[in-house]
């Protein structure tokens, strides 16, 4: 087990922190987050290359913050490799059991092993200048695991690397740690790349944790607004709670005139200001046109303004005007994907009528303050349908609830 | 391109190789004019002199052991100053530039006053006699030559990106094993460079080395000082001699450089 606790780090006008994350024995665990959030730097001080200001570090039950990188144990893959150049790839590879003095017949049989997994036998006698990009990738790799390390840390390992080999290498990544059941700590700003890999994900924007949980939950239920605009949500507005309905399990939303309905938050009272965003995905366009200022929940109407091709699908581009005020020129914008099947097709400038499912509604739970004497994570997930608390694990997401809990009550801290 | 902007060039072109031809001639000329004042049997003849071999034997040997005292000294010092964070360290920095650009005579001289001081004497008296006597060409030589094999150094060292040794940490390298199997070999091409150069430097030391030591025959006679001594005794061949030597021992070593120079940009 890995824990960062109440860590705080500075460099210059930029600070890191306070972050506090458990990484569990064998977990995948992915950091992601933007250009600039302070990734590389939180690795770093992990690894020990940089001096914290404040906080703790504990490896397997030690605490290891004071501890030189040396002595850490830990496995690292720089995103630039950083493979001595004047060394052949199985020097590159043995350097580390060379100086740590462990060059015994295990680990030998050790590094074998990983010669063959990793498919480099044939390039054992070249020097790193001589490799692809791919192929520096997997020596790199292959030094941080010779060692058997108590935690591999990987700082964007892909990030130089063409696409068409990238998924092989996430797909051969996979297969590594399902045999050798290292814990990892992958640092990417690759959503794709840490949902096809990663068991859990933090969300780290401008120095602090926004969100912890499964990826297909932080995709799903963003806990901020940051988290979503960092996973390519543009859909974010703010409203009022316009109505509380305790047996149905809902509220309803005023937003520029028009009501949404979402599932009943029990910590917000009527009229308080809500932040929230409308999923892409979930909006339909109806054929039935509907008035301004009918108040049916759950419908609005927008003006179609343009359209971009996907791979996949469209996005329609569309202003919504104030569905109560007519008169009132304030328009906010709204995205809408439709998948290739749809023939929907309206001209620019219609107005059109779209559904907005309880589904399509999610509010911000970490924007909304806790009630006295519970957790943030003991409220419901906003998300409709999901009926389950934000970072406990679905069985199919490979996680537990338990790490879960633990991660969302550490983000919180 | 246009015929105006082709003259342009043209003559820009024609400028610039104008002022390397001048500078070309002119060292030239001054080879030239050297080789013109002996003839091939002259030379032959001088070079089988002994106070000549003797001046060759003293250059080399001062020089190989001076630099290998600033070496010794100046490769940690150039690595605290390309890889380290320390208070003071453009002053520092600064302070061990000094020595270069200040003339050598003067070093000279700080040198003769400091063993006139009590402490000088007490060095004199008990450790190693240098005023006069051929110790004080190899401290005279090491006081010219380390400033500048730290500036040397450090370059090497600047080239060297700080990443491999911070990685190396994490491999489990200890500070020491960081800098002795990754940074060194790292900068080696460069380190070679730097202590090429600066034998070259102290080979042909003269202005300190002359202060402090003194230019006497057969005794503090390195190659330098022999040029000089040959000059006021008159005998000319002898001072061309020895200059085509010292010509000969720089260009060797600054052909070394240029290898090793073209090694580090190619890797």
Same mark, same amino acid.
């Given at each position: 087990m890995i824990r960062v606790e109440r860590l705080a780090c500075a460099a210059g006008k930029f600070k890191l922190g306070e972050i506090t994350l458990a990484i569990a024995p064998r977990e995948y665990f992915a950091l992601l987050g933007p250009t600039g959030c302070g990734k590389t730097m939180l690795l770093e001080c992990i690894c020990g290359l940089r001096n914290i200001n404040q906080g703790q570090i504990v490896a397997d039950g030690k /605490? =290891?913050? *004071?501890?030189?990188p040396e002595l850490r144990g830990f496995g690292y893959v720089p995103q630039d490799y950083v493979?001595? !150049?004047?060394?052949t790839v199985s020097e590159n590879i043995l350097f580390p059991l060379r100086v740590q003095r462990k060059l015994d017949a295990d680990a030998r049989a050790h590094f074998s092993a990983l010669v063959d997994i990793l498919r480099i036998g044939q390039l054992l006698?070249?020097? !790193?200048?001589?490799?692809s990009g791919g192929e520096k990738q997997r020596v790199a790799l292959a030094r941080a695991l010779v060692t058997r390390p108590k935690l591999l840390l990987l700082d964007? !390992?892909? +990030?130089? =690397?063409?696409m068409a080999l990238k998924k092989k290498l996430w797909a051969e990544m996979k297969s590594i740690h399902g045999r050798f059941q290292t814990t990892v700590l992958h640092v990417t700003h690759d959503l794709d790349e840490a949902l096809t890999l990663s068991q859990r994900a933090a969300v780290l924007v401008n120095g602090q944790v926004e969100q912890v949980g499964p990826m297909g939950e932080i995709l799903?239920?963003?806990?901020t607004r940051q988290v979503a605009e960092f996973i390519g949500m543009t859909n974010v507005y703010r409203g009022l709670v +316009?109505?509380? /309905?305790e047996s149905g399990g809902s509220m309803t939303i005023r937003w520029n005139g028009w009501m949404l309905r979402t599932p009943l938050h029990n910590r917000l009272a009527p009229s308080a200001e809500v932040e929230f965003y409308l999923r892409p995905d979930k909006i339909k366009p109806l054929t039935t046109p509907v008035k301004e200022g @009918?108040?049916? @929940?759950?419908v609005i109407l927008a003006i179609f303004s343009s359209v971009v091709v996907q791979r996949g699908g469209r996005t329609l581009f569309f202003k919504v005007p104030n569905g109560a005020d007519a008169a009132n020129r304030d328009t906010e914008d709204l995205e809408v994907s439709l998948s290739n099947e749809s023939s929907f097709a309206p001209r620019e400038g219609e107005p059109v009528s779209l559904s907005v499912p309880e589904t399509a509604v999610g509010v911000f739970y970490r924007a909304v303050h806790p009630v +006295?004497? *519970?957790?943030?994570?003991?409220c419901l997930c906003l998300?409709?349908?999901?009926g389950q608390l934000p970072g406990?694990? *679905?069985?199919d997401e490979g996680g537990t609830g338990e790490t879960g809990r633990g991660a969302i009550g550490a983000a919180e801290g | 391109m246009p015929r105006t902007n082709q003259t342009k060039a043209w003559f820009f072109r024609f400028a610039a190789m104008s002022t390397l031809a001048v500078l070309g001639v002119f060292f030239a000329a001054l080879l030239v004019s050297l080789a013109g004042a002996t003839t091939a049997s002259k030379f032959q003849q001088v070079l089988g002199r002994n106070d000549v071999w003797f001046a060759v034997k003293l250059s080399l040997f001062t020089a190989t052991l001076s630099t290998t005292m600033a070496v010794i000294i100046a490769l940690p010092a150039a690595y605290a100053l390309s890889h380290l964070d320390f208070p003071g360290k453009k002053l520092i920095d600064t302070l061990v530039d000094l020595p270069i650009v200040l003339s050598p005579v003067a070093l000279g001289a700080a040198l003769l006053v400091f063993f006139n001081t009590w402490a000088g004497r007490l060095i004199e008296d008990n450790?190693?006699?240098f005023v006069f006597q051929r110790p004080g060409l190899v401290l005279a030589q090491f006081t010219v030559v380390v400033a500048l094999a730290v500036r040397l150094l450090k370059s090497a060292f600047d080239l060297v990106d700080p990443r491999y040794e911070q990685v190396s940490r994490v491999m489990g390298c200890t500070p020491f094993q960081a800098f002795t199997r990754v940074t060194l070999p790292l900068a080696r091409p460069g380190i070679l460079a730097a202590v090429i150069l600066t034998w070259a430097r102290a080979v042909g030391e003269f202005g300190a080395s002359v202060t402090l030591?003194?230019?006497?025959?057969?005794?503090?006679?390195t190659l330098p000082i022999s040029i000089y001594l040959s000059f006021a005794a008159a005998d000319v061949s002898k001072a061309v001699a020895v200059v085509f030597v010292l010509v000969l021992v720089s260009g060797i070593a600054l052909f070394g450089v240029r290898l090793l120079s073209e090694r580090v940009f190619a890797k």
């Open positions: /605490d =290891v913050t *004071r501890e030189s493979l001595l !150049p004047f060394l006698d070249r020097k !790193p200048r001589h490799l964007e !390992p892909y +990030a130089a =690397v063409d799903d239920c963003p806990a +316009a109505g509380i /309905d @009918t108040g049916n @929940t759950g +006295a004497g *519970r957790r943030a994570a003991d998300q409709a349908g999901r406990t694990a *679905r069985a | 450790v190693v006699t030591a003194g230019a006497t025959g057969m005794k503090t006679e």
